[in-house]
């Protein structure tokens, strides 16, 4: 640990190139802020020559004041056979006004000469002249080196030569680029110290996953001494992905005693900010802030946790703003519940008749095909329930779904009918929907709305169904899972049953029961 | 590279230990047959002394003959101050009648006299006298030394002394586990040296991703010379899961140099199979198999992708049977859709116009959600149409199911009707039934028995509900998947509708289908 390393987030133009991700102009500026609040160093915020709302971020990014980042336009060097004041795509860098430009240019011989078809020393002046150009202007110029670990293993010492041509040219930083993404931790981190020494001063390091190391590929060259880390929030990117930050972040700064500045206990509300700006499912199993990475499932583990956490924790969660989840599974015991209870503001003795009661209902709905471990709030009410406490919000009379079915669909009908007491009225309601389950969700909620108008907040955010017991056939259980969100807080219920439609009504009316008790 | 390297499987016990991970018995047996099929050299198949599900998977592998694996039972060593032959626990162990067994026991001071509370010198006799039972009762033992790398922080001599005391009773491998999945790659790639020369021989390795460098950890300690990889297919497990398989694998064997024995050209179909039967989303970005890992989206990246495949590609994406996706769709697919037809007894040629439909139909499905990966009868159903075979073997008119639901159920409903022409007749059924579904099962082959009286022999093995676009929630579509049997084959079938009466009406119809004209 000889240098400090500075993070430099490329979500919003190296993340915006993978499937599926997409950010407005708004989106974009959002996450920036959300960047900066959270201490990282340089943002690069997008090509200013490749669309016109990168170019709109940038205008907008020149009028506000950033706190702890540095803004960056991205571009590439100059084109072939051109001088490079005339390179347009070069003067849209300058007038993206950012403090920071970063530009790629080519590293491998055969991508040189093969695809981009100029010789391997006009390429070297492309290099040259586009980072001197751009210091000339007053700007900090990091240069990415492209390929340069591919290109390294058949070529090192033209390899060399382009990011000497950099450096040389006044480059504040090389940064060397595992573009393929398929390089091991070991040649990353030889490479780098070679580059290193070859240049007398430290470099940046920019990996993808395609391999899966991506993360440990960023860490090795950290050992070897690069004191900057490219990367994405949650990874984004093409292909399968860039360097996820939110990963490389915590092990930088609480495994290997870097001190980056960072908040981490911002770490988890980062990543899912990003996520829900992309529109993109959280993976439960993202390390340090995914939902189930201090999730704790196993009865044994579970005792051990709770003597002593290091047992089966890395680090405390609390540091990167997760928390620990006690899961319920058929290995359960009473301190599950008791952890959970507490979680719930209720205090509850280990081997009162009242956990015992707790405890056996959960066994028993356990055997019956209900698991509690996605479905937290159906825990919750369970517990409520067997404490006394009222939970319930209306008496069902009857529902009743329909469903015919004609080849061509064109005379085909869904509708289901919802008979309920609610408040002390009576509320027949009817609906037709994609479905018998979704036909049935909408006569509910037209039954309750008029009765609690807030429920239109609930928004049905995931709904999986699963077959139990799924040897028999037609006739097995089923258990649904519900996932609902009132657009700050998340919460998941589950119901069973042989038939697919009660199961449903089952979690959707424990969703707006836990909603309404939670609400107050 | 100096020892060979073997590969053991824990999907179906450490894999189950993940959040929303359960499979049933006929499950755990059809990813064993996979597993053994694809080459992997131990699978182990649970913890018999934990629960029933796993004694029948033992039972039920035990009158099978596996190609390539050794089935492999899990356990503890026995348990403090009792007879190793006393403990039920590690009798069942033996009662699991496989060739190999794996016991994990205690290696972290803190964690055997904390935790569980015996001395450290009963934990190296727990350790010993269970590996010596279990060898003089003729198993292969593998030892697995949880926490080892926390544990050698903090005391290496006793780490030492507990893969010591395995290795002198007689264990023929001793695996190092990393169980909290917080170590970086240099620190498990120094333990591991260490403890291969100190033991004399090479060890095993178990790794977690906690700290996003599962994969990697792997690999370090296969460097510093291990010769066993555990972990899971697509990574399932615990908190953030286990070190993946589905990357080890190819990262072993195409990169470095390692020669597995297994068939990489089945990587993705194992990955989505297992993930299929687990009801586990497709993850999109995982490395090698995932449907963007070979995605092109920039314009100039396709270009270069074009002429020169390497520049953006780490490997050859068909050598682990992936394919590469860029905007314009080329000939990709071809190769399933000839394979397959093969296997029917169709010789079609490469280019035809009929495997261009063919094709054109596949892509088509597959946007609408479809997936004919465990749906394999359906697929032969679709090539058969489209080659204007005639599979049809009767003419829906209409079906209709109903519900209703009181509380209490004592006036619960469920009924289908189903009116079809067959073999020139009408006929109008009804039945009732556990659900929906299941009523319109049992509607649908009373109207086709009297025609069809073998369809008798048609047993419902496996039905699975899956939903796809979960985010649109009770709107979303569902994909349902059934597993047939007569007895002496077993078959799948998929439907695909927003109503999940209409997808698994679909599945149900494909079923008897295809049954019926294989019976021919």
Request: proline letters at 3%.
């Amino acid at each position: 640990m000889s240098v400090p390393v500075t993070i430099y987030d490329t979500t919003l133009r190296d993340g915006t190139q993978g499937t599926g991700i997409s950010f407005s102009t708004l989106d974009k500026i959002r996450v920036a802020e959300r960047l900066d609040d959270f201490g990282v160093h340089y943002i690069e915020g997008g090509w200013p020559g490749s669309n016109p709302k990168d170019a709109a971020f940038f205008q907008e990014a020149a009028k506000r004041t950033w706190k702890n980042a540095k803004i960056t336009a991205f571009g590439m060097t100059r084109r072939g056979k051109m001088k490079v004041e005339e390179d347009p795509q070069v003067q849209m860098l300058l007038d993206a006004q950012t403090p920071a430009v970063t530009i790629v240019g080519k590293t491998w011989p055969l991508h040189v000469t093969e695809v981009f078809q100029v010789s391997l020393e006009e390429n070297l002046a492309m290099i040259a002249d586009t980072v001197a150009y751009l210091k000339k202007n007053g700007r900090e110029v990091l240069y990415d080196a492209e390929h340069f670990f591919d290109s390294f293993r058949e070529d090192p010492e033209y390899s060399l030569k382009t990011v000497k041509a950099a450096k040389d040219a006044g480059a504040d930083l090389v940064v060397l680029c595992e573009t393929n993404g398929g390089a091991l931790p070991e040649w990353v981190e030889e490479v780098t110290r070679k580059v290193i020494t070859h240049l007398g001063c430290p470099v940046g390091i920019h990996t993808h996953n395609d391999g899966g190391v991506g993360v440990a590929n960023a860490l090795a060259a950290v050992r070897a001494g690069a004191n900057q880390v490219q990367g994405t929030i949650n990874g984004y990117g093409e292909r399968v992905g860039n360097c996820n930050l939110i990963t490389v972040m915590p092990n930088l700064q609480l495994k290997m005693g870097y001190n980056l500045g960072l908040d981490l206990t911002r770490l988890r509300d980062l990543a899912f900010f990003v996520d829900e700006l992309a529109n993109v499912p959280h993976d439960i199993r993202a390390p340090y802030v995914g939902i189930a990475a201090f999730t704790h499932k196993g009865g044994l583990h579970v005792h051990a946790v709770q003597k002593l956490a290091r047992t089966y924790e890395h680090v405390d969660p609390s540091l990167v703003g997760n928390e620990r989840v006690i899961t319920i599974s058929d290995m359960s015991g009473q301190s599950n519940i008791l952890m959970k209870a507490e979680t719930m503001g209720v205090a509850l003795a280990k081997g009162s008749p009242e956990v015992q009661k707790i405890l056996s209902t959960v066994k028993h709905l356990e055997s019956e095909g209900f698991e509690f471990e996605a479905a937290e709030a159906s825990f919750e009410l369970l517990i409520r329930r067997q404490l006394g406490q009222q939970t319930q919000i209306f008496d069902l009379i009857e529902y009743h779904t329909t469903h015919r079915h004609h080849p061509g669909a064109s005379l085909e009908t869904t509708e289901a009918t919802v008979k309920i007491h609610v408040n002390g009225n009576a509320e027949y309601t009817v609906d037709e929907g994609d479905g018998p389950v979704n036909a049935l969700d909408k006569a509910l909620r037209k039954a309750l709305l008029p009765h609690f108008p807030e429920i239109a907040r609930v928004r049905l955010e995931d709904y999986k169904v699963r077959i139990i017991d799924s040897g028999s056939g037609t006739a097995a259980k089923t258990r649904v899972l519900v996932v609902s969100s009132d657009g700050t807080r998340t919460w998941g219920t589950v119901g069973v049953s042989t038939n697919v439609i009660d199961a449903s009504w089952q979690a959707l009316v424990d969703s707006l029961e836990f909603f309404l008790f939670r609400r107050g």
